[in-house]
């Protein structure tokens, strides 16, 4: 049997086309299929739509940079207004307001970015012995080569013949095995990766002073401290970044996803004011960079989100659905019908300790998407869904799971 020609990631590549749910529209954190069914979209498509789905806002500001001009690189001797400006806005809102912001368009694109950036830096600081790269299990960077390789989530790394050398996996929240490994490798050590939360690994929190350590064993080591914030950019946490969330400063933060909501691809790389004054001491060029790097059509999505986002308080709006999941995910703890929850923000998984696909097919069938992770389901729902949507994934859920 011949197969459609789409080939899905993240799916069984036997899967018919038809068995796939056809979304077709979607406004605020409701979205539609072509068989007329509507959705709590809980997930935020996939952990991105920050300001809710059919902004006009957004179309208008896509609208009106497509009818100056669509695109144009930004490789010497090029620059637009869009990204420039949009590299203003974003490092002030970040740790790093006298930072530098370098762009691309997938998250993926960020984590090699940054990779490579890590590297550079200590050779530019005349380390260059400095390529180990220290990661966490149960993190995602995504899919890229560098991402593939920085991968905590085991499955994903197998099958693809030959990574990239020279990273070490640590236990999650093992600050012990980090420090043993940064007294091993300390002046090899380039730097350390993760998530603030880990978002695809399953919601993970990290335990209380966990960053902060790790923070300090980079500055002990001479390492660069990178958080990817692909997921918790952009008030997903209640503040702009994770890391302020948590109280550290990274040296590089990557992020994509919520920085448009997904009206168009963008991502990036955030560079503290140190890093960028060693990698303005580059000899020439700087030898790296993306087609899509700058692309103005996307970074005008990306200024209109971050304003829509600053505009409607959406971070403080972040602390406010947490607080009104969490109510609901206690009450259901309380009565055993989860076995735990965990998150910050609007960023959250609920553990059933049993098969929670089941669980997530049902919710669909009740019109609530959410993601499977293990025996958890997350939830990333859009900051802007209201209290009623909400109360209607609780009450969908408390019903699935006095179903089983
Ligand atoms: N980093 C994190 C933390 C992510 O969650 C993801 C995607 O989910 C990525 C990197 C990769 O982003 P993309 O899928 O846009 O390449």
Known sequence: MSHHPLLHPFASPATPEADFVDIVAGSGAVVSDSRGNDYIDALGSLWYCQVGHG???????????LDSIAA???????????????????VEISPHPDGRVFLGTSGSEAIDTVLKIARLTHRLRGDDDRQIVITRTGGYHGTNFGGTSAQGIALNREGWGDLVPHFIEVPSDDIEALARVFSKHGPRIAAFLTEPVQGAGGVVMPADGYLASARRLCDQHGALLIADEVICGFGRTGNWFGSQTFGVVPDLITFAKGVTSGYLPLSGVILSREVS??????????????????HPTCAAAAIRNIELIRDENLCARADHIGQGLSAGFAAMREDGQIDSYRGVGALWAVDLGADAASAR?????RGVIVRVIGTALAMCPPLVITDVQVATVLDALTEVLSNR
């Open 277 to 294: 004054a060693t990698l303005e001491t580059v000899d020439g060029l700087l030898r790296t960079g993306y087609t899509y790097s700058g």
């Open 55 to 65: 902004r006009t806002e957004m179309r208008d500001a896509i609208v009106a940079q």
């Open 72 to 90: 144009y690189n930004v490789f010497d001797p090029f620059t637009n207004a869009p990204a420039a400006r949009l590299a203003e806005m974003i």
């Open 361 to 365: 097919a049902a919710l669909l069938d």
